[in-house]
């Protein structure tokens, strides 16, 4: 609980600087201050057991499919980082309460810090490695935000998004590399996982888990080449640069490094990968930092040059140069939070960070100066400083690595010359800032001492250097040691803390640097004037011009696919089902079955021939639109038939009752269309689509074939055998309709009153342009003087409606039911608007059709809910035999009921559409048409 | 007589394809139509199509199996709904866009 606890009480606390914002800054700052304080407390009620040696893992099980648990891990690794981060997140946040101006909004910096402080607490105490990747990637979420603060700026918004694109690249590539690592050990558990070490380097994919990671890691941890985000975060507060950008998120990646170090290293490739990216990184890092006129600037490519050499020393294989490594961690985010809270004290009081600019503050800010210089030796690795023995360490180990047979010295040449430069930028720092003649031209004149307790959190982090640096067997020895075990993974060799190792050649190299840097430092002038002269490659112009490609090339991509035409998405659509299902087809072995075919009888022959007929007059009188609508009404009818023939009576009085009502719209809406269609497709393009059409009914026809001649085997005998007995019914496609398979019935003539509403919707406050006459040019006649229809239809009415009746009840029993009387009864009413006029007939049959339709779904879903009264499941149905007098014996069935909303939803729906759309022809008569 | 109802269904695919491939409206509606009347032929004949007699149960044996017929009886409603939409939405298009082109190019 304890270990979840020190994780999630800072995702608490972020709530208390909003709530406290508005009450006094101070207030606000110690309202922060208290969710890490409690941290701090909880994290030191651990120290005992965890410098005994002992690993504490909390596990709650969660996902265990996935392998996914909540589960938190402290051992002398996490406790070193844990301290830190709740240690120098203290001081920041003591620094940014008097750091951030009156007019910054102090609330959501410090919610921010807090949300960030959560994820980082989270990376380095997850024992759980999926559960590692969530805080990873909230790191890089949170930094986002904490660089983009001042969103004002530009810088600062194209920083932030740069650093985000980075990191949450590199996070992506680090989850596929921890799943595999997962899939590999079969567990995510870091106990597992550190255990399969063997395993993991024995794999055949080790060198693809341990890219994706060394990805992961080295955009984290600003390692060449992906360091060039780092500079650019630099237009963050400075509070946020001394907190992610020197002491915590940036050593998330070299923390992960020395998390995974006994699972991943210890092989050719690791000491490759790993030691040339941090050399890389070293001297690149160095000598850039030793060009750059910003403060920040300058220590941001220092922190990449300190971040390569902590790289290249977890590369160098050797358990002694992860000792070195985990110091230098510990070293580093010492002096350089302080130099970052210092450079942000000389910010503040000078408004400038140009080094060109600020000159001779030691005058001015005699305090400041003494503490940031401190910081800065101890930055140069000067003796008697914490910086001083992690680099002797360093250059130690670089001398005992012998990979490179006859080129082993490069590593220890290499390592000298990023000492060099260290030691001049470092003095360029000292020199150029506070000494150097006077300040030139500054926004604020005199700059003057910082508030005492700004200056509190640099004294002390530099008093951490010098006590470090003077005796560090009674300071950091005992964290040391607990912290490089855990990251070896078992005993570590002798090693000496010593300052005085006697004259050896480490000495040696750390004199060099010295020398030869104050050197360099000397000749500086020249030096700069050559790097003026370099053609500048400015990263962020170079990440923009990719990613800007980037996103043309997508924009291309989506234009090539979705460029808005239907006919090319149909295409698409159409040529990959053909693919995907003739694939499959092709796979039969023979296309025609073992079932005999029946005979073909003269009838059938002729109805069908005169389908295929009518088929191809539609599409080839296709421009001619009536032509081909009454082409298409031939084939319709031709299905009529068809169904007859085939034993589906219902289906063909389904069909007929439909085919009316379907070319009834059809001719309405083409009395607002065009009554011809243009030409315009090019003869490629038709023959492509004559392709697409002949091959989609090739497919088709074979598919249907090949179904048909072979053997069939049907649930039908179950409807059969309990239709009678079960449903009531010996109409067992009525009864499966509306009792079986009520529900899906149910569901269709929901979907029916849904299309007739929103057909509705889309009529409603339709304008359309009525036609001035026909295609001759004949005005329409605007008066129906059709009086043999007219009467025929009155007298028809009561007929039609009879005979609806007629077959909605019978349909139980005998071919018929709701769906094709509410067609039938759609139809006559059709007949009336078209006959007599929309006026007349709502005058004389004023029904609200959205009513009726909706009315039937709720009869319809109110049966079904009736079972529920009698403890039957949805839609059960009930029946029985009633005596009627003069009547006489009648069933009557639940299952009628729902027939009846069946019914009215059919005929409500239907006239909504068609009385709808019948409505907009109406022509405002004029006077004198009469 | 099952290869010739299956080459009728293929046919009406075919013709229904091609219509709906067209660039205006109105045939597109009819090859939607058409495209419906070959599916649920093809959907019935799943149901095999040989000589059998209605599913009404009375004296005989040798019944025609209703389950494709009822799913064809409401896709036949459903189709009726489907083609309504459609064509709706094409009148909608054509006044608010003036042109019947399924796009909504104008037609200048």
Redesign the interface.
Known sequence: MTLALIVILPLIGSLLPLLFSNHGRSLCASMTMLAPVIGMVLLWQQAPAVFAGETLVQTWRWLDLLGLHISFRLDGLSFLFALMILGIGLLVILYARYYLAKNDPMGRFFAYLLLFMSAMLGVVLSENLLLMMFFWEMTSLSSFLLIGYWSHSTDARKGARMALAVTGAGGLALLAGVLLIGQVVGSYQLTDVLAAGDLLRGHALYPVMLILVLLGVFTKSAQFPFHFWLPHAMAAPTPVSAYLHSATMVKAGVFLLARLYPALADTDLWFYLVSSAGMATLLVGACTALFQHDLKGLLAYSTISHLGLITLLFGLNTPLAAVAAVFHIINHATFKASLFMAAGIIDHETGTRDMRRINGLLRFMPHTATLAMVAASAMAGVPLLNGFLSKEMFFSETLEQHMLGSFSWLIPLGATLGGVFSVAYSLRFIHDVFFNGKPVNLPKYPPHEPPRYMKVPVEILVAMCLMVGLAPGLTVAGLLSVAAQATVGGALPEYSLAIWHGFNLPLMMSFVALVVGVLVYAARAPLFAWYERQRELDAKLVFERMIQSMVRGAGQFTLMLEN????RY??FL?GSALVVSGYWLFKLPSLRGDVA?????GT??AV?LI??VA??A??FW?RQ?LV??TM?SV??LG?VL??AR??????AL??IS?EV??IV??ML??F???AR??R??SLLRRGR??L???M??????????A???RP?D???GF??EN??SGGGG????NV??VDF?GF??LG?IT??AV??I??YA??DG????LPGGDSLGKPWATRSEQLMLVNLSRVLLPLALLISVFIFLRGH???GGG?IAG?ITAVALILQYVASGEEWTSERWPVNYHYLAASGVLIAAATGAGSWLFGYPFLTSAFDHFYIPLVGDIELATAMLFDLGVYLT?VG??LL?LAN?GK?SKVPLRRGDF | MELMFALLIGLLTSCGVFLLLRARTFPVVVGLTLIGYAVNLFLFSMGRIDEAVPAVLGEHIDYADPLPQALVLTAIVIGFAMTAFALVLSLRAQGELDSDHVDGKGDR
Do not use: C, K
């Open positions: 808005a035409s239907l006919q149909l295409t159409l075919m029946s005979p073909i009888d059938s022959l069908t389908m295929a088929a191809l539609t599409v296709h639109r081909s609508l298409l084939v319709g299905v068809a169904f085939f034993a589906a009576p219902d289906l389904t069909q439909v009502v379907t719209l059809l809406s083409l607002f269309l065009p269609t243009p315009e497709s689509d004559l697409l059409a002949l989609s009914g090739l497919l088709v026809a074979a598919l249907a074939f179904v048909m001649t069939y049907s649930i039908a409807f059969l239709s009678l010996t109409n067992v496609v499966i309709l398979r899906d019935t269709e979907v029916l299309a007739a929103g057909i889309l009529i339709l304008r359309l342009r029993n005998l071919p769906f067609l059919v729906a239907t559409i759309l907009l």
